[in-house]
């Protein structure tokens, strides 16, 4: 059964820092570029952070510096590290992969959200 879990939400309070993990059953991460996107209450989802097969990155202007994201293959696992973490930044988390592996751009995923397969995703909220 083909499955991509989120877990590592929670609450955290301003600055403070999360790590999200992805991991995969049915599927091989290392065959997609795999994103990270959010929903915001009321808001779009959006692609916030990308990574290719050949671990070219693409991140979202508002996480640029803060955001960090990993794949480990050995774990079939991607990862979102989230540091200086801000109030805009809560939301629903999802992981999402690219519907085909060779050659998938990093914009097709995270920007135009043409998406192969969707987790569940893993609330963020960010609170003093």
């Known amino acids: 059964q083909l499955q991509l879990v989120e877990s590592g939400g929670g609450l955290v309070q301003p600055g403070g820092s999360l790590r999200l993990s992805c991991s995969a059953s049915?599927?091989?991460?290392?065959?997609?570029?795999v994103g990270w996107f959010r929903q915001a209450p009321g808001k779009e989802r959006e692609g916030v952070s990308c990574i290719s097969r050949i671990r070219g990155l693409y991140y979202t202007d508002t996480v640029k510096g803060r955001f960090t994201i990993s794949r480990d293959n050995a774990k079939n696992t991607v990862y979102l590290e989230i540091n200086s973490l801000k109030p805009e930044d809560t939301g629903v988390y999802y992981c999402?992969?690219?519907?085909?592996?060779?050659?998938?751009?990093?914009?097709?995923?995270?920007?135009?959200?043409?998406?192969?397969?969707w987790g569940q995703g893993t609330q963020v909220t960010v609170s003093s």
């Open positions: 999402a992969t690219s519907p085909t592996g060779t050659g998938y751009s990093l914009y097709n995923l995270c920007v135009n959200k043409i998406v192969g397969y």
């Open positions: 049915g599927l091989t991460l290392d065959d997609y570029t």
